[in-house]
């Protein structure tokens, strides 16, 4: 499953904000980076790493809203554009993401060890 790319973030972005100021509905932005991508690449090579990043990124877009958009801005980034959310539940709706990204088994292949994932959040 292909995310929305770095420009689709931009152009929604903006999209968010412009109806946040019309309609004075609060909106939330969520930036998750993955941590340790280059000790992870020389780990087990750039092929697996781009591997456990889509895994990631099918974590993310289980755990958010159907009203959310879920972007890749890099390899190793990802924003959560969240419409019409007050503070308080799009902290809540960060955190469970963010448990979501934590408490998630990454492996490989299906019978491969379970690899130490961890991710950087900014609501």
Do not use: W
């Amino acid at each position: 499953n292909k995310l929305p790319d770095r420009a689709a973030f931009d152009e929604n972005l903006k999209l968010l904000l412009d109806a946040s100021d019309e309609h004075c509905h609060p909106s939330g932005l969520l930036l998750i980076q993955v941590d340790k991508s280059e000790q992870l690449a020389t780990r087990y090579g750039y092929t697996s790493l781009a591997l456990l990043q889509q895994k990631i990124a099918a974590v993310i877009v289980k755990a958010v809203r159907d009203s959310d958009l879920v972007c890749r801005l890099e390899d190793d980034r990802f924003a959560v554009l969240m419409p019409a959310v007050s503070p308080l539940a799009g902290a809540r709706i960060a955190e469970t993401i963010r448990t979501a990204v934590r408490e998630h088994t990454y492996r490989l292949d299906d019978v491969g060890s379970a690899i130490l994932v961890t991710a950087s959040f900014g609501y």
